[in-house]
């Protein structure tokens, strides 16, 4: 069956009048900071303009279009291309190649934080804000893709929870344009109390809002070169500690608990051993920091606690050069550059649920080991764990690492070093940001890769926001036929 592209494009005409309905916004900030970028900004929001209403006229009809699951797709797709590749027009202005602001607005679009500017204390107020603004929309793109889409694309990160977004069982929400509506709400709410915490803890109302889009999103991207070292105040680390979690959790849980049984959050076993996790790694690091840094237990708690959330949570701040403390430690945020948050939630990389639920795989499988006779049922918070989900986290986990080495291969074989080309994959399918080591590691940035590698990474932040099995689906040649 042909696939009808009308819906598509005009999908996509909409998001692109949309983008450029927000370019006005970083051009109001310029405007009331007397900076001349405003201009750039105007003619990139018109061109957007014209390209996103050309698309929506010539595709509209008057008849209802119904998306179906392959459209889905292919629109999920090139909704994360085609956005980015408009968004990143604007960054031109500051005189770096397209390939530098299409890697940049990636970055920002799939919360992943790397960034290739630098001097960012210095840089257009506009272009700051549009950097945060599209790192907030992307997270509650991701959001809504994780509840609306993922369910049926199967890698084994939504499957369980299809109740909140499959026809075939019982809703949060009876129709979905009102879980739409909660969910925005909620995240609004949450970026808007987050602003207001920063601004109370010492922030400037410029620094508080991009950070408070930043840290619901868990994306990670800075007014300042120094990151969230920039500010000393521990309150304000501890309160960014407490909303990247929340950007971490599953959104769906905030409306179950906002609407029925106020205690869904606390006693969802994702969460738990999410929250458990993060409790017990960010302790022991403490107690590292204070056995070989030689400082006193809270100050080591504050660090240890806001960088491991910071790089588990995918958010990728950094308030000091956790690469410092000792090949231990650096060896520590490597694994947790993979763990990620909760399913539904703005974190990437392999989350928690899906550790859990290979957990109960392992366990399973070799309890069979010692006990072939013994029939052993697998449920997973009083759910069947069937085998079809089985399969689906394993395949998940063999793509996700299958892709990683790819890309490792081939950022050594364009020149980088093997530590260097590692963790920039893995901190780019992860969507984390920083890497490891003295050019991407958390002091570092991505300015000096030559072009081929930062293409190479923006297709594989991609590949990791949509959870690999998105882009794999459209280029399987049974997919068009």
């Known amino acids: 069956m042909m696939l009808d592209f009308r ?24 405007i009331s900071k007397q900076n001349p970028d405003w201009i750039i900004f105007s003619i990139c929001a018109s061109l957007t303009m014209a390209c996103g209403g050309t698309l929506y006229l010539s595709n509209r009809t008057n008849k209802i279009y119904e998306i179906n699951i392959r459209q889905a797709y292919l629109l999920t797709l090139l909704c994360w291309i085609v956005v980015p590749g408009f ?16 890697f940049e607005t990636m970055s920002a679009m799939t919360t992943t934080g790397s960034t290739v500017l630098t001097n960012l204390d210095n840089l257009p107020p506009g272009i700051l804000m549009w950097r945060s603004l599209l790192q907030w929309i992307g997270g509650i793109g991701i959001i809504a893709m994780a509840i609306f889409i993922l369910p049926f694309i199967r890698s084994g990160g939504m499957q369980l929870f299809a109740l909140e977004s499959s026809d075939n069982s019982v809703k949060v929400l009876p129709r979905a344009y009102l879980l739409a509506v909660w969910l925005l709400s909620i995240y609004i709410s949450l970026t808007l109390i987050c602003m207001v915490l920063f601004y109370w803890s010492g922030m400037t109302v410029f620094d508080a809002i991009n950070h408070a889009m930043t ?11 120094a990151s969230f070292g920039y500010f000393e105040n521990t309150s304000t680390q501890w309160i960014c500690t407490l909303f990247m979690i929340f950007g971490a959790l599953p959104f769906t849980l905030y409306i179950q608990s906002l609407k029925k049984d106020k205690t869904t959050l606390i006693r969802d076993p994702q969460v738990k051993g999410f929250i458990f996790f993060l409790t017990g790694t960010s302790i022991v690091l403490a107690i590292w920091l204070v056995l070989s840094q030689h400082i006193n237990f809270f100050d080591a708690l504050t660090l240890s606690t806001f960088n491991v959330v910071s790089i588990v949570t995918t958010t990728g701040y950094a308030s000091d050069n956790y690469l410092a403390w000792g090949s231990a430690a650096g060896s520590v945020f490597l694994v947790l550059t993979l763990v990620g ?63 990683t080495f790819i890309a490792t291969v081939i950022l050594g074989v ?52 949509l959870e690999v099995f998105t882009v794999l689906v459209v280029l399987m040649p049974s997919f068009w036929g």
């Open 87 to 102: 968004s990143a027009i604007p960054l031109i202005g500051l005189d770096i190649s397209y390939t530098d602001a299409f």
């Open 414 to 465: 364009v020149g980088l070093d093997p530590l260097t080309s590692f963790t920039a994959s893995v901190t780019a399918i992860t969507n984390v940001g920083p890497g490891l080591g003295t050019i991407i590691g958390p002091d570092g940035n991505f300015a000096s890769l030559p072009d081929i590698a930062k293409w190479v990474l923006s297709i594989v932040m991609l590949i990791g926001r």
């Open 341 to 403: 948050g909760c399913t539904g939630s703005t974190s990437g990389a392999i989350k928690i649920y899906r550790f859990q639920i290979l957990w109960l795989i392992v366990k399973n499988h070799t309890l069979s080991l010692m006990s072939p006779n013994r029939v052993l049922s697998q449920t997973y918070n009083g759910r069947n764990i069937t085998e079809d989900l089985q399969r689906s986290v394993l395949a998940f986990l063999a793509v996700f690492f299958t892709t």
């Open 7 to 30: 819906p598509i494009l005009t999908t996509l005409g909409i998001l692109l009048c949309s983008l450029s309905i927000l370019m006005l916004f970083p051009a109001a900030v310029d």
């Open 215 to 225: 840290t619901i999103s868990t994306g990670g991207f800075s007014t300042h070169d």
